[in-house]
């Protein structure tokens, strides 16, 4: 069954520090979705970034980079030079592609992240 | 595009009553979800539609929740009778081509059942 583990329920870290929030999935399709989904304080669901299966190429964007490791079943997102806008709560989510019955769009528990001034 | 719309986004009600939640999905998307979001349990998925056709409801908590999608551009989410432990924040996302592409979520409804 899938699963999405994020293990850091809630990192602090002061502006301008890099910051790794980790997710860690299960999967048994060799066909498969990872996504990261940002909810800032006013509480809406937004999305960053999407990976699939196939591609493990890292991926930058601005002050946001991903890590894809199949080897290690992980999807790290790091944020570069943290600011405070940046706190929110970080959701890592998995979808396998075939969407059969049993299978769902999972999200982890989310990490908070707080940018301390 | 004004992006998933829901209604109301606050609604307070008491236990017993029966709850209707509105979402409008962008236009043209084909995939609608509706998730359920509590401290305790995060980010659950309810039920998911394509094509206006509930495909998965396994996540539905029990028999007094139930979801409708008449139309491509209008769902529903009920709850009769309603329960304290029903509060949360119910999210509806769509999306378009397949369930596995990016979500645009709405901004949530806020229920609270004293």
């Known amino acids: 069954a899938q699963k999405v583990t994020q293990a850091q329920t809630e990192i602090s870290v002061v502006e301008k520090e890099d910051v790794t929030l980790d997710c860690v999935y299960e999967?048994?399709?060799?066909?498969?979705?990872l996504f990261w989904y940002k909810q800032p304080p006013s509480g809406e669901l937004v999305f960053l970034i999407r990976?699939?299966?196939?591609?493990?190429q890292n991926e930058i964007s601005g002050r946001y980079s991903w890590n894809f490791q199949k080897s290690t079943s992980s999807f790290n997102f790091t944020i570069t030079a943290s600011q405070v806008v940046d706190s929110a709560v970080y959701f890592c989510?998995?979808?396998?592609?075939?969407?059969?019955?049993?299978?769902?769009?999972?999200f982890g528990k989310g990490t908070r992240l707080h940018i301390l001034p | 595009d004004a992006g998933v719309i829901q209604s109301p986004r606050h609604e307070v009600t008491e236990m017993g009553q029966e709850v209707t939640l509105r979402c409008k999905p962008i236009?043209?998307?084909?995939?609608l979800f509706w998730y359920r979001q509590t401290m305790m349990r995060g980010l659950e998925l309810l039920i998911y539609f394509n094509n206006n056709v509930p495909i998965d409801d396994s996540g539905m908590p029990e028999d007094r929740f139930s979801a409708k999608m008449p139309n491509a551009s209008f769902s529903t989410l009920k709850i009769q009778p309603s329960e304290p432990r029903d509060s949360a924040v119910y999210f509806c996302a769509s999306i378009s081509g397949g369930p596995y592409n990016e979500q645009f979520f709405g901004p949530g409804t806020r229920l609270t059942v004293l």
């Open positions: 989510a998995l979808s396998e592609a075939s969407m059969n019955r049993d299978d769902k769009i999972i």
């Open positions: 236009s043209g998307h084909d995939y």
């Open positions: 990976r699939n299966s196939f591609d493990e």
């Open positions: 999967t048994r399709d060799t066909t498969y979705y």
